[in-house]
């Protein structure tokens, strides 16, 4: 039984002994340029994927959540609408799921309970988001059963209040929101200042490769933090509101206050906001010449200038990048490797990594084969 509707239908007779009244899902993502750009109020090119978190869900006449995962088995958790307790970043999953009833109770709004049993594909802390998948279909699934008719961005507003708020994991807009905006076939250019989206089609002739090196998440999350308090004092040292409102010139300009770091860090986030905006442009013209250098560019000034690429990832990079020339393009997106190709040159990418990239560096990598897909709604 591999349809996730099925098994979260399963899952959910098993543990509460009676059918659920709907199902609800949200896709997971891959961010196709703007790295580091959201939290730093920025442009970002995300697209949803193919896998999903599913929720078979149950009213309840009162204010309590029961909730199973198959990804953390064995126990009914539980909690009541305003009653979420102490809520922290860690390992407890259902924090992600508190956070949101916290952030709609402090928004006003009035939630029924639910009984809930959630199933999902996306692969947990592989850097494809199944934290927003889970906040953004619970999110749904609240919305849909309280009549509260919120439109995808409050939803993930909501989510993304309640990561940052409660779980104190200051992330910015752009997981939640591809996972509840996101169009089949597009990309999403997101404004995470004003909080603006336009989908971007993608091209046809593009295959989507998401390679996961398994590195290890932890120092990709602790260099992530870093990265985040470095900007932030940056914009401090600049005397801006954000380094959104910096361009190269102004930069250039105020060199004197920035070590020559800092100057490199700035840059790569001026630089990349560029980038993801000619990147949407040159998809949306079938541009694949211009999206390739654009990628190269992106990974370029990620090792360079805000060094936040390891070596082996940057050797993937390198033999796809010179296998395809600029038939796609190819990247380091948040700790995996991205490769939009020409379908034609699926098999050889395939057959490079798992073959002359495993000779050269011992690395088993994960290979997802992905599509750009729709984001959250309720499934029946
Ligand atoms: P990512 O979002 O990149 O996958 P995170 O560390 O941000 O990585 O989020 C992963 C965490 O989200 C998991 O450790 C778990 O707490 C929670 N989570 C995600 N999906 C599920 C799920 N289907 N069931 C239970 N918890 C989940
Ligand atoms: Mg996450």
Not at 189 to 201: G, K, Q
Not at 289 to 305: E, I, K, N, T
Request: charged residues 20%; aromatic residues 6%; negative net charge.
């Amino acid at each position: 039984m591999s349809n996730p509707a099925q098994r979260a239908t399963k899952l959910f007779v098993q543990t509460f002994g009676t059918k659920p009244d709907e199902l609800y899902q949200a896709p997971g993502r891959v961010n196709i340029m703007g790295e580091h750009t959201d939290y730093n109020e920025g442009l970002a090119l995300p697209a949803a994927i193919n896998f999903k978190t599913v929720i078979a869900v149950k009213h309840r006449d009162d204010n309590l959540f029961r909730a199973v995962s198959t990804a953390f088995p064995g126990k009914i958790e539980q909690w009541r609408f305003g009653e979420e307790g102490t809520i922290a970043a860690g390992d407890d999953w259902t924090h992600y799921l508190k956070c949101v009833t916290a952030a709609m109770n402090q928004s006003g709004l009035l939630a029924k309970g639910l009984d809930l049993a959630i199933v999902g594909d996306v692969p947990l802390g592989a850097g494809l988001s199944s934290s927003a998948a889970l906040e953004v279909a619970f999110g749904t699934a609240i919305s849909y059963a309280s009549q509260l008719h919120l439109s995808p961005l409050a939803i993930a507003q909501l989510a993304q209040r309640g990561e940052s708020q409660f779980m104190c994991l200051d992330c910015g807009m752009m997981d939640q929101m591809i996972s509840a905006m996101a169009e089949p076939d597009h990309a999403l250019l997101i404004d995470c200042l004003e909080l603006e989206s336009e989908a971007v089609l993608l091209p046809e002739e593009l295959s989507m490769i998401i390679i996961d090196l398994k590195q290890g998440r932890q120092a990709f999350i602790q260099q992530f933090e870093q990265r985040k308090k470095e900007c932030s004092h940056i914009t401090q040292l600049l005397g801006l509101d954000s380094l959104r409102d910096c361009s190269l010139s102004l930069l250039t300009q105020s060199q004197d206050l920035l070590t020559e770091e800092q100057f490199r860090r700035a840059r790569h986030i001026i630089t990349e906001n560029q980038r993801t905006s000619n990147a949407a442009r040159a998809l949306q013209q079938n541009n694949i010449a211009r999206f390739s250098q654009l990628m190269a560019q992106s990974q370029a000034s990620m090792r360079d200038d805000f060094e936040i690429i390891t070596a082996e990832i940057d050797t993937l990079v390198h033999m796809i990048a010179t296998l395809i020339g600029e038939r796609g393009g190819v990247r380091m997106s948040d700790g995996c490797v991205l490769a939009l190709i020409n379908h034609d040159l699926s098999d050889d990418v395939i057959n490079l990594v798992e073959n002359q990239f495993f000779k050269q560096t011992g690395i088993e990598a994960t290979i997802h084969l992905c599509s750009a897909s729709g984001g959250a709604g309720r499934i029946r």
